[in-house]
């Protein structure tokens, strides 16, 4: 008898399901994406990468599976991008943290472009580097 391989257990994890997500679930995940960029539009307002998507999430995630999954994945992505942010301004006048951080938001806005393409297009997008605080 061969050897099947099975899929790997999915119990306690959060997955959307196999199927397409609808339309409106698309559109709303690539803005849970791209309103962090606000961030850089409002930068008087330190909070607000992280503000934006959460009322969002917090209005559409029960009626949109996708959009729920997406919302973690952009809060979990911009607490981690900001907490980076505060420590390294906290050791400005090393000025090697200065340039980390400014690397950390070009790529922070380069990971949220494509994570935007890739929720329109009904794809689930994980960021590179995140600590997973929402569940």
């Given at each position: 008898?061969?050897?099947?391989?099975?899929?790997?257990?999915?119990?306690?994890?959060?997955?959307?399901?196999?199927?397409?997500?609808?339309?409106?679930?698309?559109?709303?995940?690539?803005?849970?994406?791209?309103?962090?960029?606000?961030?850089?539009?409002?930068?008087?307002?330190?909070?607000?990468?992280?503000?934006?998507?959460?009322?969002?999430?917090?209005?559409?995630?029960?009626?949109?599976?996708?959009?729920?999954?997406?919302?973690?994945?952009?809060?979990?992505?911009?607490?981690?991008l900001s907490l980076l942010?505060?420590?390294?301004?906290?050791?400005?006048?090393?000025?090697?943290?200065?340039?980390?951080?400014?690397?950390?938001?070009?790529?922070?806005?380069?990971?949220?472009?494509?994570?935007?393409?890739?929720?329109?297009?009904?794809?689930?997008?994980?960021?590179?580097?995140?600590?997973?605080?929402?569940?």
């Amino acid at each position: 008898m061969e050897n099947i391989p099975q899929p790997p257990s999915t119990q306690g994890s959060t997955q959307i399901p196999e199927t397409e997500p609808s339309k409106e679930a698309r559109t709303w995940a690539m803005a849970s994406h791209l309103l962090p960029l606000t961030g850089f539009l409002l930068p008087a307002v330190p909070v607000i990468n992280i503000v934006a998507p959460l009322v969002l999430w917090l209005i559409k995630k029960d009626e949109l599976p996708f959009l729920n999954d997406q919302g973690k994945e952009v809060l979990n992505f911009q607490i981690t991008l900001s907490l980076l942010i505060f420590a390294c301004f906290m050791t400005f006048w090393l000025i090697i943290p200065i340039v980390i951080a400014f690397i950390a938001c070009l790529a922070s806005l380069i990971f949220m472009i494509i994570g935007a393409i890739q929720a329109n297009d009904g794809k689930p997008y994980r960021y590179p580097f995140s600590l997973r605080l929402i569940k």
